[in-house]
């Protein structure tokens, strides 16, 4: 049973993977790219999860799907922001480090304390991670944008959690509440927004709002629901090679031996996490 969610993580992140190239080309700013996801979002969601399903939340249900779409809503501000500073690989590898994150808070919150081969999987990916970042200035865009990227994984890393909490509400529903309460972020900012645009900036919109948005996340939220913790943070380390490949070769990023390195280090952490987990269960 739980194959299918595994199938449904990868999906997710692949479709993760190469989102913020069209986060990175698409002209619209980190404001107008959320507003547009949000209500493409929300509307889809709001079909899909059916007026039925909708009207039978209670008043704590309700709550919850607030905090899941503001959580959510911190996260997807702070990554857009990481996005057009940095680099998209830079960026979803600043929010992989997700992972550090769900180990303590799944330690301190379900008090599962972690064993030795989660950890040392989470430890090769990390240095994965570290040999893929440069050296860089605390002055400069790429910097600003990896600090605020590390930001974002914090509120990524909380989402499963509050998603567990609240798995009686169905999938669908969380998505709709998750997509629809996540503009009490942005509309604040909407007088910065931008509409000044292209007529392939709103075909990149259109993708980001459809299948990088209702696909991807929908997708992830039933898988991150339903996975342990540390095996969603090995899942989505897989994002970060992804982005990588699909930047170098549509955005001509630079791929030197370092990052090459760090990647195939993450997905190696990936597989032992996956064979030492298959050993366990025998």
Known sequence: ????????????????????????????????????????????????????????????????????????????????????????????????????????????????????????????????????????????????????????????????????KNQHIDSLTRAFGQYTFALIIFLPMSFESNWELTQQDWVYLAILGTVCTVGAHTLWLRASTILPPTNTSLIFYLGTPIAMVTSFIFLDEAMPMQKIMGAALIIFANVFGVLMRKRKRR
Do not use: C
């Open 1 to 164: 049973m739980k194959s299918r969610y595994y199938i449904e993580g990868l999906i997710a992140v692949f479709l993760f993977g190469i989102t913020p190239i069209f986060i990175k080309e698409v002209s619209a700013n980190a404001v107008t790219i959320g507003l547009v996801r949000l209500v493409i979002g929300a509307s889809f969601l709001f079909f899909l999860a059916g007026n039925k399903n909708i009207k039978k939340l209670t008043k704590k249900d309700w709550k919850a799907l607030v905090l899941i779409g503001v959580v959510f809503g911190a996260h997807w501000i702070t990554y857009f922001m990481s996005v057009k500073l940095a680099t998209p690989s830079m960026a979803i590898l600043s929010v992989s480090s997700f992972g550090l994150h769900m180990i303590y808070l799944d330690w301190a919150i379900n008090k599962r304390k972690p064993s030795p081969y989660e950890i040392t999987a989470v430890l090769i990916a990390l240095f994965g991670i570290y040999l893929i970042v440069p050296a860089f200035d605390l002055k400069n865009n790429l910097t600003t944008g990896i600090l605020i990227g590390l930001v974002s994984a914090a509120f990524f890393a909380i989402l499963p959690f509050i998603q567990r």
